[in-house]
């Protein structure tokens, strides 16, 4: 059983930054991971994910502004965000996915589904 603890939330101005860790329990080495927000009256949205080999992908809305990467010697997921946009006010969540057809959901972004979730943690930019 992994489990997933984000942090690094915060509150910043529009065109500021901040980077969310994701620490998990255990190595993740067969895991795909992903990033998840969801705003208030939103449903959840998908924002990136890394493969076990290090391949990315990205929401259209965060391309060229987030950056997802991972430490496996420290077992942590990381989101850079830079230059924040007010409507990238939401809670963000990790996610982990081991299972073979979820991984590769997961991956592409075609699911809001993974079988690991972290709590949270919120993000609020200002304009």
């Known amino acids: 059983q992994v489990q997933l603890a984000e942090s690094g939330g915060g509150s910043v101005q529009a065109g500021g930054s901040l980077r969310l860790s994701c620490a998990a329990s255990?190595?993740?080495?067969?895991?795909?991971m992903a990033w998840f927000r969801q705003a208030p009256g939103k449903e959840r949205e998908w924002v990136a994910s890394i493969s076990t080999d290090g391949g990315s992908m990205y929401a259209d809305s965060v391309k060229g502004r987030f950056t997802i990467s991972e430490d496996n010697t420290a077992n942590t997921l990381y989101l850079q965000m830079n230059n924040l946009k007010p409507e990238d006010t939401a809670t963000y969540y990790c996610a982990a996915d081991d299972r073979n057809l979820q991984r590769w959901l997961l991956f592409s972004g075609r699911t809001t589904g993974a079988k690991y979730w972290g709590q949270g943690t919120q993000v609020t930019v200002s304009s």
């Open positions: 255990l190595y993740t080495a067969n895991s795909v």
